[in-house]
């Protein structure tokens, strides 16, 4: 009875090292949450101080993050023209978030646009050149497929091939029996 009213006590919230994470899945995974509660932690500085802040960050896949209020483009140009902004109202914030989601969908819809075309394009391609070796290879059809002409023109093909098979084989038979003087070793 003793033992269950002793409590093992807890380590309670542990400080974690700050170090370079190895394991690329929990990269990612540190990265996107890490992410969220910054770009959370700027929204709230906005929100209670009325500050401008613009934040970029780029992760270790090569994406493009970014927070602004009234929106990063303003921040960063004010950032290098110093040029004043314009005083901000509740509505900026909103309008910045909506604005920013807006730019990273129609940039990934470009994307997916962009290739869905070259894949159309690639099908169309390949549709020509599938119709083109059908007409330029009809020899190449099983036989019980071919027309009477067809089968004609194969015949006639067959033969001259047949020709020329022979001649070239003369020919080498010529060569080998009656070696070149060109090739005669020590002027043997």
Same mark, same amino acid.
């Given at each position: 009875m003793l033992l269950a009213m002793v409590k093992k006590p807890s380590k309670g919230r542990q400080k974690i090292e700050i170090a370079k994470i190895l394991k690329k899945n929990n990269l990612q995974v540190a990265f996107s949450k890490r992410r969220s509660g910054l770009f959370k932690k700027a929204s709230e500085l906005c929100t209670l101080c009325g500050a401008n802040v613009a934040i970029i960050v780029f992760s270790p896949g090569g994406k493009v993050f970014s927070f602004g209020y009234p929106d990063v483009k303003t921040i960063v140009n004010r950032f290098f023209i110093c040029k004043p902004l314009p005083e901000p109202n509740g509505l900026h914030l909103i309008e910045a978030h909506r604005n920013d989601s807006f730019q990273e969908l129609n940039m990934q819809l470009t994307q997916i646009l962009n290739q869905l075309e070259a894949e159309k394009k690639r099908g169309e391609i390949l549709s020509q050149m599938r119709r083109a070796s059908q007409n330029q290879c009809w020899w190449e059809a099983p036989i019980n497929?071919?027309?009477?002409?067809?089968?004609? %023109?194969?015949? #006639?093909?067959?033969?001259?091939?047949?020709? #020329? #098979? #022979?001649? %070239?084989?003369d020919k080498l038979l010529m060569e080998a029996s009656n070696p070149s003087p060109f090739y005669m070793i020590n002027g043997n």
């Open positions: 497929e071919l027309s009477l002409l067809e089968l004609e %023109q194969l015949k #006639v093909s067959m033969e001259e091939l047949k020709k #020329v #098979v #022979v001649r %070239q084989g």
